[in-house]
């Protein structure tokens, strides 16, 4: 089965919400939905109002952590499964997308009983490396990117790296070394979504192909296979069918559930992306990868990227479906038995 959805609020959704927008998602008629981790505020304080509490039951904000001392007086992670003690502190998560725990659960619900699969995408500033402070929020933010993610049942959560710093291979180490402590505390294992680490189309981001695919034969990530960003970056490479099919078949291999790809067109100069365009801009082309995908034997889930969102998915689909039935059509001529004299 070939997906296809969006990445963030359907354009034509009257609510805002995470739930508006798995709704609107499927009366579009997409059956994929990439939530994204955006305008979000964490703060820390006192857990004496919520004393007994779980954080699941916390109606007015979503307790992302809860911090309790140690025996030397330090405040240590105790995570959100336990009993909120008077002395505690907790790290509260206010989102315009939903308000607590339970809208999480609710809208997951809702995505399950309207065949809407569900992604996560962490914010976009991301410096995994970087100095100490921007790397502690970075890495921050992947976590929180997780929980939320387990709760609402997203797949995967879609993640980009950051800057290199130092050499590419010492990046690549380095990189490695991160993902693997997050891992070793949101494991697949315990119920959490695969990371899915993100291709990148800028020069200075981590994140080619072979980066990406080298990660996944290290640790249990999923590289992500963003085809503009692909497309940029290699100076245009993404023409023929069989480009589709080579940098297709290097993700697969390493795929969680299905293949997940995004697609939108791209501006690029000199192997440098310059921004994200709509699908019938640029020299990157849907209908090149619809005659690909119409024998493809496997599932993929296509996120539209585009700045024209449901639009774009929209179209990507038609133009699916046509190629299937061109394809049907050709069939059946050729199957068409020739009469005699």
Same mark, same amino acid.
């Given at each position: ?24 998602? +499927? ?15 964490? &703060? ?46 907790? &790290?509260?998560?206010? @989102? ?44 921050? +933010?992947?976590? @929180? ?14 993640? +980009?790296?950051?800057?290199? +710093? ?10 490695? *070394? ?19 680490? *993100? ?14 695919? *080298? ?127």
């Amino acid at each position: 089965m070939i997906r296809f959805g969006i990445a963030g609020i359907p354009l034509t959704s009257k609510g805002r919400t995470f739930i508006d927008s798995v709704e609107e998602t +499927h009366n579009l008629g997409l059956n994929a939905l990439e939530v994204q981790l955006l305008r979000v505020n964490v &703060q820390e304080n006192s857990a004496e109002e919520y004393t007994g509490l779980r954080p699941y039951d916390v109606e007015d904000s979503i307790i992302i952590d809860v911090l309790r001392q140690d025996e030397n007086g330090n405040y240590k992670s105790v995570g959100i499964d336990t009993e909120i003690e008077e002395d505690d502190i907790v &790290q509260e998560l206010f @989102w315009n997308m939903a308000r607590n725990y339970d809208e999480l659960e609710t809208g997951g619900e809702l995505a399950k009983e309207l065949d809407v699969t569900l992604s996560m995408h962490a914010p976009y500033y991301m410096d995994l490396i970087g100095s100490p402070d921007i790397a502690e929020k970075s890495i921050n +933010h992947l976590r @929180w990117t997780l929980i939320l993610g387990k709760y609402l049942g997203a797949r995967r959560i879609v993640t +980009h790296s950051g800057f290199y +710093h130092g050499s590419k291979k010492d990046s690549l180490n380095k990189f490695a *070394e991160v993902y693997s402590d997050i891992l070793n505390e949101f494991s697949p294992e315990n119920g959490y979504p695969y990371i899915g680490v *993100e291709t990148s189309g800028k020069q200075e981001v981590f994140g080619t192909v072979k980066e990406v695919i *080298e990660l996944a034969k290290r640790i249990n990530i999923e590289p992500i296979l963003n085809f503009a960003h692909v497309h940029a970056i290699t100076g245009g490479s993404l023409v023929e069918i069989k480009d589709f099919e080579n940098v297709i078949n290097e993700f697969k291999k390493y795929a969680k559930y299905d293949l997940y790809t995004e697609f939108s067109g791209v501006e690029f100069t000199d192997n440098e992306e310059r921004r994200l365009t709509a699908i019938k801009h640029g020299t990157l082309k849907f209908e090149t990868l619809s005659e690909y995908l119409i024998d493809y034997p496997d599932d993929m889930t296509i996120i539209s990227s585009s700045p024209l969102l449901e639009h774009d998915a929209q179209y990507m689909q038609i133009i699916y479906v046509r190629s299937y039935f061109k394809k049907m059509q050709r069939k059946k001529i050729a199957e068409k038995p020739v009469s005699g004299d």
